[in-house]
């Protein structure tokens, strides 16, 4: 009991100290600005910090997930951010990004506040590249997929989304493609109206399969893959996003390694985001090949992935400034998604609901959504309720 009070008191101290940074600063945070000047390698060099504190309930209506630690409060995706940006020579610069995720009950070992087997931190993304106006962006490291970037970005806005697009709902978003991609070579550049992305995704490390934190006998192994997309800015406020990625991998079962499967794994979507005014606008779809797991059990590696599946998500808010009781605006909106497989599995779920954000002065944020759900397998309805600190 010591222990955590202690690092519950260690805990309460970094935040009035990051909390007293942000105070000032309200945004990202600059730690060196760059002006390049002739003799001095240093001023060539921008380097920011920034992140995000974010504790979060989840109350399930029924017995789904009794006992839960998502009942108490978790996290509910804090992170922090380092990126730097180093001028070389013309209009080309060095770039590195780094983004630390932390499991602040799991650092502090608070009981019934994470899932078992959690890790502490979470590398959540690095990589490295080159800059250019001209010539356009190539990085290469653990970052956001072309897919996600161009498609599921635009309806990852609320809190208990991403339930049907496909970044999230593979085999591991790390290593499927269709997420924060390890070992991943991306290119941007823009042509006019259109940005144009692509990227390859190299070979990766065996990953050891789990279910609610423990191994279930089974590895994936991803042999390579690639994306392309395309971002259309129609207007000022209104863009759409065309993606497609393929990934190439086998599951086995360690037990018996030479009785695995190679599957294609096929991703097609698009997605639609408008923001006039006061309104933000968005809806996206995909169709998934051998890319879900299934539900069937028991699995083996010949019937481990759905063959056909396909999802939708859609939002609308509208936010109505404030400026007065530390309250900046208030963002009523609604939401919803269905995820349906057409093969491997009998299985359909519909979520819609409601939701409600406050975004304060000092970088707080409060949501609260309702969602009503219909699925299959009878999950229950969601009460959520998240407060953010972004500095």
Known sequence: MKIKINALAKAIGAAVVLGSVSFASQAEITLLKQDPQAGDPLSRLDFKVGGSIRPQINNMTGDGDKGSYKRNVFDGGTRF???????????????????????????FNWDNHYAKGSTDTDRRMLYTGLKSATYG??????????????????????????????????????????????????????????????????????YRVNSNGVYNGYSYKRKGGGSLGVNYHITDDLEWGTAWNITRASIYQNSARGDGKTYNQSLYGTALSWTPENWTLSAGGGYYQNYLVTKRSPKSPANYFAGDAWGIEYFAGYTFPIGQYMIKSIQPYFMGDRLEYLSGTNYKRIDNGLGISFQLDYGFRIDYEHVFTSSTDDQGDMNLVRVRYDF
């Open 137 to 206: 962006t190539l990085t290469y490291g653990k970052q956001n997929s072309v897919y996600y970037d161009v498609i599921g970005a635009k309806t990852d806005i609320w809190d208990y989304d991403m339930l049907a697009q496909a970044p999230g709902n593979g085999i591991n978003g790390n290593y499927d493609g269709s997420y924060r991609s390890r070992s991943m070579l991306k290119y941007k550049n823009t042509f006019g109206d259109a940005d144009l992305y692509a990227s390859y995704l190299f070979e990766d490390e065996p």
């Open 81 to 107: 951010r380092f990126s730097a940006d180093y001028y070389l020579f013309d209009d080309i610069s060095w770039i590195s990004y780094y983004e630390l995720g932390v499991n602040i009950p799991a650092l």
